[in-house]
């Protein structure tokens, strides 16, 4: 298939995991991926390989956290590129702690490049959709953001307002016929859960209806489709991709 060709697609995060299956799977499907993360050397990693292919990528340093980081990467991928057509909110980190031990720090940080980054590069972006009244915004988010845990407050708190956030720029958005969604991934198999013993990874396993631990390219395959044409019709959702996690 070929639904993105001629479409630009910034994807942020994209240097490992989640984000380097969806810059995969949008390149191998026609788009210019324009792979954006902190990393340049695994960047080039990514691109490489997604050339290797057949797919069409670049890289772009970037820190979400960061608006003059922001303000340059959007820039030169409109003076570059003269669009861009999907924006995928990935990039993000966890500093996980109790409540009573987080410090105001850790809080801050995570707020600021998983909530606050979000809504920096998202405002940068769709001003260029709304002049071609074209766009696709996917956000990934995470069921913790729906149902909370233990130990990740900054983070929940960060995910579940990317889900208000996903709502409020759908309806502001979606008579210029630009689309805002968000996918929420449960357990995703990664290299910090390949690390742990098959016995850990067995009871992580067994609280998931499916039985097994997500794929980064299961996530990849909802983020597709939701940037594609095939949900023109779908906007202000968010696609559970848990296996039965939450429900």
């Known amino acids: 298939m070929n639904r993105f060709e001629g479409r630009v697609a ?23 991926v324009l792979a ?10 990514v691109v490489s390989e997604i050339a290797g292919a057949g797919g069409q ?8 956290s960061d608006a003059n980081s922001i303000e340059t990467v959007v820039k030169g991928a409109l003076e570059q590129h003269g669009q861009i057509d999907v924006l ?9 702690n109790l409540l009573l031990r987080m410090s105001r720090e850790a809080w801050d940080r995570v707020l600021a490049t ?16 709304v002049r071609r009244r074209y766009g696709r915004i996917v956000n990934v988010t995470s069921v913790v953001g729906l149902m909370g845990n233990a130990g990740q407050a900054n983070y929940a708190a960060a995910k579940a307002g990317l889900v208000g956030f996903t709502k409020s720029v759908a309806r502001e958005l979606g008579s210029r016929n630009i689309t805002c969604n968000a ?13 742990m013993t098959e016995a850990a990874r067995a009871s992580l396993s067994g609280q998931i209806p499916a039985q097994r631990l997500g794929t980064p390219e299961d996530v990849a395959a909802a983020v597709a489709y939701l940037a594609s044409e095939e949900a023109a019709y779908v906007t202000g959702t968010v696609l559970n991709v848990s296996g039965g996690l939450y429900m």
């Open 10 to 32: 910034l994807v942020t995060g994209a240097s490992r995991g989640i984000g380097e299956a969806v810059a995969r799977r949008l390149a191998a499907e026609g788009a210019r």
């Open 36 to 45: 954006a993360a902190r990393s340049i050397a695994d960047l080039e990693r």
């Open 57 to 64: 990528a670049e890289s772009r340093a970037l820190d979400v």
């Open 88 to 96: 995928v909110n990935n990039a993000g980190i966890a500093e996980d």
């Open 114 to 129: 998983n909530l606050t980054g979000v809504f920096v590069l998202t405002q940068a972006v769709v001003k260029g959709m």
């Open 183 to 195: 996918v929420a991934p449960g357990f995703i198999s990664t290299a910090m859960t390949d690390q």
